[in-house]
């Protein structure tokens, strides 16, 4: 199981909740006493997000969704662009074509 655990130290909000974690290489949604990451890769302008995991506890709510949008919305506002191979966002973005224009 990957580390879930938020960084405390690290506190850069994005839309809603969620909040980039540099140091980690993701984002992070901290709902309850769990929290939901979608990890990434820098290269250049370009984030290559690899990996999103929403814990148990949390799934069938909308959180990954929640997650990746706001990530997105990030990414976006910093603007950088976006490769997504992690099939989970890659999905995401096929469904809302308001973010095609950050894919390369």
């Known amino acids: 199981m990957r580390d879930t655990e938020p960084d405390r130290d690290t506190d850069h ?6 909040r980039d974690n540099p140091a980690r290489s993701r984002f992070e949604l901290a709902i309850r006493d769990a929290v939901a990451i979608a990890t990434y890769r820098r290269e250049g302008d370009t984030l290559v997000f690899t ?3 929403v ?24 603007g950088l662009r976006v490769r997504p191979v992690c099939p989970y966002v890659a999905g995401f973005i096929d469904a809302h074509s308001e973010y095609q224009d950050l894919v390369v």
């Open 51 to 53: 990996h999103t995991e």
């Open 55 to 78: 814990p148990e506890t949390l799934r069938g709510g909308g959180v990954a969704s929640r997650l990746v949008r706001g990530a997105l919305d990030a990414t976006r506002s910093r």
């Open 13 to 18: 909000r994005t839309s809603e909740q969620v």
